[in-house]
């Protein structure tokens, strides 16, 4: 059945398989001039730029106009694409919680605009402004269909302002051409607009956007239409230099250090749509500190990655695999090292570069390579760590991709298993999706390469989802060997065939309080190749969940679990226990009820219980957050869980907590003064880190960072940390 469906879309997913809306366009008119970016839109070219509005509501429905429109206009120089837009509003009580950059979109007001340059419905740049002027740019990859192709991390350096009335608000947009790439001679680019309005709990979008679809998808995008073709695109030359100094202390080795270091990155562009990245002696030590999480499987933990030089085009490096089974290439691996201990520890990047970007409207080409330093004392030798993959667009908005992924140890170093002295990992994807969004998938091929090790080693996926108003469903299959190695890549078990099966259906309510509830039945499959296809796993999953017309949020959650030990096991962690023994099956069974309330609230809350069986005892755990904004100027946070495990004796009982209570001050939109604290019985440990940021220029910032560190018994200090740091954005 599944190949049949694969079949028929593969065939026929050029054209949409559901009828939709005529496709909008706006005109952007030229102008021989320039606006002066203040909110007030006086300039006389603004009449020359016919109005474009009628927003669609998106939530509660998305069926009707607005209730409170939006309109906007666009003019255009050789350089410059400006945007202006007035936004209806009912009483000028806007809500803003932040006056830092790259704000959520979901707890503030905002009016955003979404510019799919290359016409793909793949990728495509976004610009969000506050009726205080705030802004926030993201990189948008994957279609827009989910969450994980959205990227907040990348900054360009463009202007806004804003101008709040009581009955409405004005935003002026200055969009450097340099920013962005797109084909010489360009006339059209795929656009959207859109709005959350949490005065009234409404969102609106100009391009017409089915409810089961997430409103930043770009297969339901307009177009802007530019009065003449656009020249070529010129980027200048981008110098970031830095210079950090600072003073820490080593606890633990009775060391105390004044490090300092210089270094920085390049930008330079590089034909119509490329984009060469270069970095010296980077500084890849992150001043915002990682979330403590508390875990309680038997599997690493994927986190996100935040160093801008990976930032730019990162979807054709990263979004390879699956990021529940096989990413080939984790960017975050690079940096990181295991020492002779196996801890992971901080191994230094000499320098690299980076060449991605589009070849043409259909091509894309990604190639990276990035030199680490040897640490003989600690085990570490010097890697070579390069990838290059290549994209094709093909039918409406899917591509096929392959690539290459090589760690290459250089050097001689007696220390070196000669098993790990490379890994490779090459591989093809097809990434379906289709013009509406209606049928989505992912079907890739990879094989791993080291010493002595050719055969077999293959991973591989078949996935392909149905998603419409009422239904959706979902059917895959993942195939990973034991002998597949990724290491630059994230995979956190191998030695598997998994099965997935789930189908939901969407209710939606004409009147009440739920603007929609749905029901969603889940079943997975775990099997061990190498013992025979035994079932070492399964999950069966059937959940409720809730929308509220005021944007809060409740789900419940029943799941029925397997687990087939294959070695000893502590999910508690604890020094010198007795673990639940290996070549043993568990059964166990929990119920999980959650709630989030409306995000924009002054006081907002999220909370998520969880209590029944755990392997041969019993669980109860309880995680939350409690946010209060003092709006526009700050946030203040208590967040943590609390995890109670009973296992019958003689294995270990545990009560993990997890505490983190921070703030962010936002003094201004150039001065800011966070602080995050820690506290973790898990991992024994309590961190903290404070950091002030002043962006004394665009995408420029100086810091002043606290870093310490205490073991949880005895408050006893690890670690302490002062920093300066400065970067400094120069276009040459």
């Known amino acids: 059945m599944i190949c049949a469906s694969v079949l028929f879309v593969l065939l026929f997913q050029a054209g949409p398989l559901f009828a939709q809306d005529e496709r909008r366009t706006a005109r952007a008119t030229y102008f021989d ?70 704000f959520s979109g979901t707890s503030n007001d905002n009016v955003t605009l ?27 990859s994957g279609g827009g269909s989910d969450v994980s192709g959205f990227n907040t991390t990348w900054d360009e350096a463009w202007h806004a302002e804003a101008r709040r009335h009581p009955d409405h608000y004005v935003v002026e947009f200055a969009i450097p051409f340099s920013a962005l790439t797109y084909p010489a001679g360009s006339t059209r680019w795929r656009f959207q607009a859109y709005r959350w309005d949490f005065q009234t709990n409404e969102r609106s979008v100009w391009a017409r956007v089915p409810q089961n679809q997430l409103m930043t998808n ?64 980077p500084d890849f030590s992150n001043v915002e500190a990682d979330d403590f999480i508390t875990n309680l499987t038997r599997f690493e933990i994927l986190r996100p990655e935040k160093r801008q ?50 070849l043409s409207d259909r091509w894309r080409l990604g190639f990276l390579n990035l030199q680490t330093a040897a640490d003989r004392p600690l085990g570490i030798p010097s890697n070579n760590n390069m990838m290059v993959a290549l994209q094709r667009r093909v039918f409406a908005r899917s591509n096929v991709g392959v690539f290459l992924v090589n760690r290459q140890a250089l050097g001689d170093y007696d220390f070196l298993d000669p098993a790990r002295e490379y890994n490779r990992v090459v591989g093809i994807d ?117 929308v509220f017309t005021d944007q809060s949020e409740f789900e419940l959650e029943y799941i029925n679990h397997f687990i087939f030990l294959t070695e000893p096991f502590d999910p508690t962690r604890s020094a010198g226990s007795v673990p639940l023994p290996g070549d043993t099956g568990y059964y166990f069974n929990d119920l999980t009820a959650s709630y989030a309330s409306d995000a924009s609230d002054d006081l907002y809350v999220n909370v998520e219980v969880t209590a029944g069986e755990f392997f041969n005892g019993n669980r109860l755990s309880v995680n939350g957050q409690v946010n209060l904004n003092v709006q526009p100027w700050a946030v203040f946070t208590l967040g943590g869980g609390y995890d ?39 991992l024994k440990n309590v961190g903290i880190n404070s950091r002030l940021q002043w962006r004394f220029a665009p995408l420029s910032d100086l810091y002043l960072v606290y870093n310490d ?14 920093t300066l740091k400065i970067t400094y954005w120069l276009n040459m």
């Open 644 to 682: 109670r495990l009973r296992l019958p004796a003689p294995h270990p009982d545990a009560d993990l907590w997890l505490v983190s209570p921070a703030f962010d001050i936002t003094f201004s939109k150039s001065l800011f003064w966070s602080t995050l604290v820690q506290y973790s019985t898990q």
């Open 709 to 722: 560190s205490y073991r949880t018994d005895g408050f006893v200090p690890r670690f302490r940390a002062v």
């Open 218 to 281: 770009l297969a339901f995008l307009g177009e802007v239409v530019f009065d003449r073709p656009l020249g070529s695109p010129s980027a200048p030359v981008a110098v970031i230099p830095y210079v950090r100094a600072g003073a820490e202390s080593d606890f633990g080795q009775d060391e105390t250090r004044l490090p300092f270091a210089v270094g920085g990155d390049a930008k330079v562009a590089v034909g119509q749509g490329l984009t060469l990245d270069l970095t010296a002696n």
């Open 33 to 102: 001039g320039e606006i002066t970016v203040d909110g007030v839109m006086d300039e006389a070219a603004w009449e020359m730029a016919p109005p474009t509005g009628d927003f669609w509501q998106f939530f509660p429905a998305d069926s009707v106009r607005a209730a409170y429109q939006t309109e906007f206009r666009i003019l255009y120089n050789d350089h410059t694409l400006y945007v202006g837009v007035r936004a209806e509003a009912p009483a000028g009580a806007y809500v803003v919680s932040t006056l830092r950059r790259d």
């Open 114 to 140: 979404m510019f799919d340059t290359y016409s793909d419905g793949t990728n495509a740049y976004l610009f969000g402004v506050t009726p205080y002027g705030v802004q926030r740019d993201v990189l948008i």
């Open 430 to 546: 097809y990434n379906l999706a289709s013009a509406d969004n209606t049928w989505t998938g992912t079907f890739y091929l990879h094989k791993s390469f080291q010493p002595g090790d050719h055969t077999g080693n293959y991973s591989a996926q078949a996935i392909i989802r149905y998603n419409t108003r009422r239904w959706a469903f979902t059917s895959d299959f993942v195939y990973v060997d034991g002998d597949y190695r990724a290491d630059l890549g994230f995979v956190p078990r191998r030695d598997l065939f998994k099965s997935g099966k789930a189908v939901s259906h969407t209710f939606w309510p004409e009147s009440g309080v739920i603007n929609n509830h749905s029901i969603r039945l889940l079943a997975l499959h775990f099997w061990r190749p190498s013992l025979g296809y035994k079932l070492t796993d399964h999950q069966y999953r059937a959940t409720w969940r809730a």
């Open 309 to 358: 030089f990976f930032i730019d085009n990162s979807d054709l490096f990263g979004n390879f695999g699956s990021r529940l089974d096989d990413i080939p290439f984790f960017s975050r691996r690079i940096g990181i090292a295991r020492d002779t201990t196996g801890l992971f520890v901080e191994n230094r990047v000499l320098g690299g570069l980076r060449l991605s970007g589009n």
